[in-house]
Each structure stands twice: as C-alpha cells, then as structure tokens.
C-alpha cells in the first residue's frame, strides 16, 4: 500500500490537506473521511480499508489538521466536501464508485457528498449525524453543556487546560470562552436554540435528500444518540436500503468497543459462555464489542463492491441491557411491537404526610385541560419516597391513586450532579458514560417512584415519554426525568433520562413562560432505550430540575438564559390524580415467542400453577383437573425467561382453556397465547373454544370479551361443588366479592366472532 498527501484547492482559496492511501497501482472505489479532529489520527482505518481493496482519502476539513483557513463550523462544509468528491472523481486512481465513511462530525463535514453525488456514492456508514442543532449542541432546547462547552474550547487551546469547576459554573456562561479566543461559543449562544447562527448551521436538507444505502451506528450510553436514531428514521424513508446496528458503547466506544464506563456492570468482552466462575462453573456472558470494522466492511463489499452476501438478516440489531444482556434482530425501530403501556403518577390516602407513598396506575381518564391554577399555592403536598405500578389499578379501589402532589426546591447553585448515564466520556469533568448507579434518591430536590417488584422481566425497546403536570415559583424553569433498574440490593442503574425547559416547552421557535401557581402539561421525550428489568427488580423514576453538567443549569430567572448573571430558587410542585394524570408511557415489547410446552417446561408450570391456583389441580364444570399434565403452550422471551401459560383439553371436537396465566402484565401475552391456541385449534378441526371462569373475576371477564368470546352460561352456585372437590378455593375473591357462580364463555370457529 502507498499512502501520500496532497492538498486540495477549494472555494475561497482554502488547501486542505489530504491523505491518499492505494492498495496498489490502478482504479479502486474509494472511500471518503473527512475529519476535524487530524486526519493522522485515522491512519489506522486508511490502513485496514486499504488492505480489504479501497482507496482511502482522508482530509483535514478547512481550518483544522494542516488545512488552511478559519474553522467556520458546519456551514463550511457542503460546498468543500462536494468540491473535493469532485476531485476524487477526476482522479485516475478512482474507478467512478464512492463510499462515505462519517463519524460524529465527520458525518456532517461529508453528509452533502451523499446528496448531491447520489449515483457515484453506493453506500454510506454513519455512527451519528450531527447535522442540526438539535442533534449536536442542544436537546429540547436545553445545552449539553458538559460536551458543547469541552468540544468548543478544545478548538483552540489544549483540553488539558480546561477548568470544569471554572468554566462549567459561569455566569453569565457565554464568556466561559471570550470572543477573542474564539467568537464560535458566543455565537452558538448568543439566543441559545432560537440563535439566527443556527440558520446557517443547519445540514439537514442534505438528509432528506440522501438516497443511498446507509449503515448506522448508535449506542445506548452515547449522548449523541439522537444523531443517529433520527437521521436512520429520516433515510428509511427514502427507500433506499438502511441498516441500525445499537450496542452498549459511548460515543468514543462505538467504534474502539469497551472502555471505561460508570457503575459496576460490565457486559463482557466475550460470546456465549467462558471459563472462570466458581467451581469452574462456565459464567454466561455477551459480546458487547464493537462490530463496527466488521459491520462496515460487509456493507462496502456488498454494496459497493457487489461482492459477499447480503449484510443484514433484518433492517436493526439491538443490544438489550439489564437482565440477560442479549443482541436482537428487529425488523425495524422503534421496536415494531412496542405496546406503549401508559402508567400514571399516584398516590395512596397517606400521600399528603411528609412521608408518603406514590404509586403509577393504568387506565386514568385524561384531563381535559392542559392547564388550571391551585386552590392554594404553593400547594400541600409531601416530599417522601413513592411507589410505582407497573400493573392496572382499579381507579374506585382502595388503593387507587387521589388527587395529589409532591414538592420540592431547585436551587441552581447547588444542581443534582450527573451519574453516568448517556454522556461524553470526559474524565477532567468526572464524567464517565455508562449504566451509573445512582444516588440521586438521597437528595431533598429529588421526588423519586419505584414499582411492585417484578414478579418476571419486564422489556422496553423505544422511547419512554412523560406527560407531567407540574407547576413552579419560577416564571423559567427545567423538569428532568431518569427511569433506572433498581436491584433486589437497592442499587438503582441508568435506563435512560430526558428533560424540558419551561419557556420551550411548546416549541423552540417562540418562549412561553410561567406563571406562579398555574399547572402546565410538560411532555418529556426520553432518550431511547433497550433495556430488561429483571425479575425481583423494580422500575424507578425520579423527577427533579437538573442534571449539570450533563445539561446547562437553568438559573429561573426567566432572563436570556446564557447571559443570566443571577440565580434565584423555584418551588416545584408535581400533580397526579384524576384531574392531573401524570404520566410515562414505557415501550413495553411484546418481546416473546410462543411455543408448545415440553418436557422440560413441566417443573415450571407445576410451580407455576400451584402458585397462582393453589396446586396444579383445577376444579372445572363438577371435575379435577391435573392442568401440569395437559397439552399447553407457554411464552418466551428473547432473553430465554418463560412470561406465560396456557394449558388446555381437547375432547368431542371441543377445546376447552383449563388454565391462562400471564406473569407479566401490558405486554400481550394472554392475548398471544389465546391467539395461538386458536390457530391450533382451527387447524385441528376444534369448532369450539371454551372456557371457565368465576363471577369475581372482573378481570377475565373483560379480557375473554374483548377477545371476542361470548358469556354463554351461567352456572348458579356451582363453586359450591368445586370447593368440595378443592377446598382450598377461597370464599371470598381478591376485590371482596363472594365467589359462588361458574360462568362460561365460548369462541365458536366455525363463525366471525372469533377473531382474536
């Protein structure tokens, strides 16, 4: 191989210096990086590309590396990136076939070649498109302070000099770098995400009209991963073939695999099983490394190159953290059978003690207003520990959530400090990305909810969205929200986080600000996410006003933010109850395959049985029922846990359901067994689906009607009868209600009622 430099001569007189490696004499595709951050630095990747057959240009972007000029940010890079895809085309060493290589802000500096050269590029490998504001320096309005502040200084002093106790807490934080060291930050700054900088910084018309094969890289503890998700979303759309690969990595490890990231939870360097545990015991672990040379070599050959076989099996691979760390083929994001389980902020009668209980529950009715003023403000409320239910709860029960409220103050001057989590890997600032554990519950600023514990794993894949009703002393104030998996120990791990900044929170185009004592719908997205809560943890949410230096502190003054010389302290009240349904929608997946049961299922569901039903015996129309012998099937996650059981008896051309237990509640899975013991069914010859069930049950009755079976029977008193065969049937049902009558219910096969 040959490596050599040029420079290339640009608009505006710019030479930008340019590094050329060949495999060899003779035409090749080539593919094209451009970087701000020293094209030497990349070598290594010129090199291995090299030796698999292309030709590798690699060049300082105007005003960085040996290049020429001032460093003008992303609107200096469309017309130079064009310019030099031409001249690499005009060369006798380039065969006519493009490829685009972009990582982080190499992704915009070369996003227009892949626009304007659509038939000469044939594929593209992005690992985040930072192309907009909103995908590089701010979310929802709000700056990534402990990235943008770093990444700007850097550009013209050495970072080793960068003070984050210094720099981090300036007010006003536009002269944390004068504008004569650099005029770049002032300008970003100058009126935040509403800045007419942003206007000429914004690439995103190069993504809507990018058409080519594109491979993307994103990672769960990457604080850029927005920069991914959306432009993959963006170009799925314009039909051309689109590949999303999402690991557990930073925005550094994403391409190098592991490195050093916060908490205690290492995932492992290795695939399936290794040596070392106790007793020589093999200790099951995942591969989390990166893909990425391996990923971007099959995508080039085979599009590029036409060489190989297809890259993908299906259009995303997943990594889901937590329980049973494991790697999925999606078929699309977010997750395609995202079910959206909306669960609603609450609290018990005890909730308006100083030490109250909170709870979530399912099926709260809408307000009809987004906004209404407190009887009395600030309002009465508790701060204390909450409860969260991941299960339905009857709003007319005594557990059920009533109107409610928790409060708390945000004092900028002493903000709740990043854990971990989706950040840059900054070591100076303490900051370390990854699945933290938090201590964050231990402040008197943090309202913090956790569920039941989980009786079996719980899956979300997607983007966890909150709707809180709040209001705040503050005519300007910012409400941050973190989910976190906490363990049967009590330590409480990153999940994932979002945040609204009050004047924002209608649209970054105009400021809405606050009024005292008036409560305001805020709805939070967060930050994606993959993640299995294991059985024996509980799902915790916590709900402040910071998270510094991850994002700026918002000072509620209500004054242009980056220029505020003063910090005041805000009252915030959180609402909950019928009339302020707060709320967080978790993508809970149906996330499970249904089987037949086998021989070794039958351990599980004898203990399964006894545990929901007393024992494996059922008392059914005047008979007992051995259900852990029956024919059944069972639902599995991917992570390989059982989620639920159906067992069942066919005879005289009839099946009837002896038993149904869904172990994890909002996920489908009773829906999906019921469905696949219909199909069975219908493929059996059965015309007839029945079923047993008691007058307490409220639950199965909704249930079975909505999947379309019919109460055909009333049998008066015959629990009398099964409670001879079974005495351990209670009298009395969990809601209070005497059990006594049998009710039947059907799904005729050989009609249309029994669409399931």
């Not at 060899?24 to 090199?47: C, E, F, K, M, S």
């Not at 059920?400 to 989706?422: I, K, L």
Request: hydrophobic share 40%; charged share 25%.
């Amino acid at each position: 191989m040959e490596t050599k430099t040029e420079f290339v001569s640009v608009c505006g007189g710019a030479s930008l210096a340019t590094s050329i490696t060949l495999p060899g004499p003779g035409a090749y595709p080539v593919v094209i990086v451009r970087t701000v951050y020293g094209r030497r630095n990349l070598q290594t990747i010129g090199d291995i590309f090299g030796s698999h057959g292309y030709a590798i240009v690699i060049q300082d972007v105007r005003g960085s590396g040996e290049s020429s000029r001032h460093f003008g940010f992303l609107a200096q890079e469309p017309k130079d990136a064009v310019e030099t895809a031409q001249w690499v085309l005009d060369q006798p060493w380039c065969d006519g076939r493009l490829a685009i290589l972009g990582i982080s802000y190499l992704s915009a500096a070369s996003i227009a070649i892949a626009a304007e050269f659509a038939d000469q590029v044939k594929a593209a490998v992005w690992v985040t498109a930072p192309v907009t504001k909103d995908l590089l320096c701010f979310q929802d309005g709000v700056l990534r302070l402990h990235h943008t502040l770093p990444w700007t200084y850097m550009r013209t002093a050495p970072l080793s000099g960068f003070d984050p106790g210094l720099l981090y807490r300036k007010t006003p934080l536009i002269d944390a770098i004068p504008q004569s060291v650099d005029p770049l930050w002032a300008a970003m700054l100058e009126e935040g995400p509403r800045s007419d900088f942003w206007d000429g910084n914004d690439l995103w018309d190069y993504v809507r009209r990018t058409r080519v094969p594109g491979l993307h890289f994103g990672g769960w503890f990457d604080f850029l991963l927005d920069a991914t998700l959306v432009p993959y979303s963006e170009m799925v759309q314009s039909g051309a073939p689109q590949r999303l690969v999402l690991g557990p990595w930073s925005h550094n490890g994403t391409i190098g695999g592991p490195e050093k990231i916060s908490g205690d939870v290492s995932y492992g360097y290795w695939s399936g099983q290794r040596e070392g545990g106790p007793d020589g015991v093999h200790e099951d672990t995942v591969d989390m490394s990166s893909p990425f040379i391996e990923e971007c070599l099959r995508w080039f050959d085979f599009w590029v190159k036409g060489t190989g076989d297809s890259p993908a099996r299906s259009s995303v691979k997943c990594f889901f953290t937590g329980h049973r760390p494991h790697w999925a083929e999606l078929e699309a994001w977010p997750h395609p059978d995202d079910c959206g389980v909306k669960m609603y902020l609450g609290a018990t009668a005890d909730a308006r003690c100083s030490d109250h209980d909170g709870q979530f529950a399912a099926d709260c009715p809408e307000a009809a207003d987004d906004r209404f003023v407190a009887d009395g403000w600030p309002a009465a409320g508790g701060r204390g520990r909450g409860i969260l239910s991941v299960f339905s709860a009857d709003w007319t029960s005594g557990r059920s959530p009533v109107a409610a409220c928790e409060s708390f103050a945000y004092d900028p001057d002493d903000p709740v400090a990043t854990e971990g989590g989706a950040v840059w890997a900054f070591p100076k600032a303490g900051l370390a990305p990854g699945p933290s554990v938090s201590s964050a519950h231990l402040r008197e600023d943090v309202l913090t909810y956790d569920s039941e514990v989980l009786g079996s794993p719980l899956e979300i894949c997607g983007i966890p969205e909150v709707a809180l009703y709040a209001s705040s002393s503050a005519p300007d104030t910012d409400f941050v929200l973190t989910l976190l998996d906490l363990d049967e120990g009590g330590v409480a791990r990153y999940v994932s986080d979002g945040i609204v900044r009050a004047r924002y929170r209608n649209s970054l185009e105009r400021e809405d600000f606050l009024e005292p004592g008036q409560v305001y719908l805020f709805r939070i997205r967060m930050k994606g996410c993959a993640h299995t809560f294991g059985p024996g943890h509980r799902v915790r949410l916590t709900v402040t006003s910071s998270n510094f230096p991850k994002f700026d502190r918002n000072p509620n003054t209500g004054e242009p933010i980056y220029r505020s010389q003063r910090m005041r302290k805000a009252v915030q009240v959180v609402y909950y109850g019928p009339a302020c349904p707060s709320a967080v929608v978790l993508p809970v997946i149906s996330g499970y395959q249904v089987r037949p049961l086998d021989d070794d299922d039958r351990e599980w569901v004898r203990r399964v049985l006894k545990e929901s039903w007393g024992s494996a015996k059922i008392a059914t129309r005047g008979q007992l029922v051995d259900a852990s012998g029956l024919p059944g099937f069972v639902a599995v996650a991917g992570s390989g846990d059982r989620l639920g059981l159906l067992t069942y008896e066919e005879r005289n051309g009839e099946c009837e359901i002896v038993t149904l237990n869904s172990l994890q509640r909002g996920m489908g899975i009773g829906k999906g067994l019921i469905r696949k013991a219909v199909e069975c069914a219908k493929e059996a010859g059965v015309c007839r689906v029945w079923l047993i069930t008691t007058n307490d049950n409220s639950d199965a009755l909704k249930f079975y009607q909505k999947a379309g079976f019919r109460i055909v029977a009333v049998h008066r008193d015959a629990v009398a009868l099964a409670r001879r065969l079974k005495p351990e049937i209670p009298l009395l049902g969990e809601n209070g209600i005497p059990i006594r009558d049998e009710i039947e219910l059907e799904l005729v096969l050989d009609t249309d009622d029994g669409n399931v």
